[in-house]
């Protein structure tokens, strides 16, 4: 059984950083896209920063293009992270971790729909 777990939500002022982590358990090994989302309420759900596994690639989503930094470490499939630096009031959103199923990806896709595996999401907070 798949479980994604997310960690490092909260509260910060708009200029600050945070680092959001993705525990995963049950992923097999195999290329997949690693990724986090984000949503507002009466929103839609966005793709923020996606990670392409076995060659490293990253996607960002412009509005987040050279503040976040999403990452790998450790054993393959097993804990993703978000790094976010220079944080504004709209970046305040509930963000979870996604992942695919394995196979032949040669790119990520930002389309929610596309990912099997979702973490609960952990609440972040930007305050102006």
């Known amino acids: 059984q798949v479980q994604l777990v997310e960690s490092g939500g909260g509260s910060v002022q708009a200029g600050g950083s945070l680092k959001l982590s993705c525990t995963a358990s049950?992923?097999?090994?195999?290329?997949?896209?690693l990724a986090w989302f984000r949503q507002v309420p009466g929103k839609a759900r966005e793709g923020v920063a996606l990670?392409?596994?076995?060659?490293?690639?990253?996607?960002y989503a412009d509005s987040v293009k050279g503040r976040f930094t999403i990452s790998q470490e450790g054993a393959e499939n097993t804990l993703w992270l978000l790094q976010m630096n220079s944080l504004k009031p709209e970046d305040t959103a509930m963000y979870s971790c996604?992942?695919?199923?394995?196979?032949?990806?040669?790119?990520?896709?930002?389309?929610?729909?596309?990912?099997?595996?979702w973490g609960r999401g952990t609440q972040v907070t930007v305050s102006s």
């Open positions: 049950g992923l097999t090994s195999g290329n997949r896209c």
């Open positions: 990670i392409r596994t076995g060659v490293g690639r990253t996607y």
């Open positions: 996604a992942a695919t199923s394995s196979g032949g990806w040669t790119n990520c896709p930002f389309t929610s729909d596309l990912y099997n595996y």
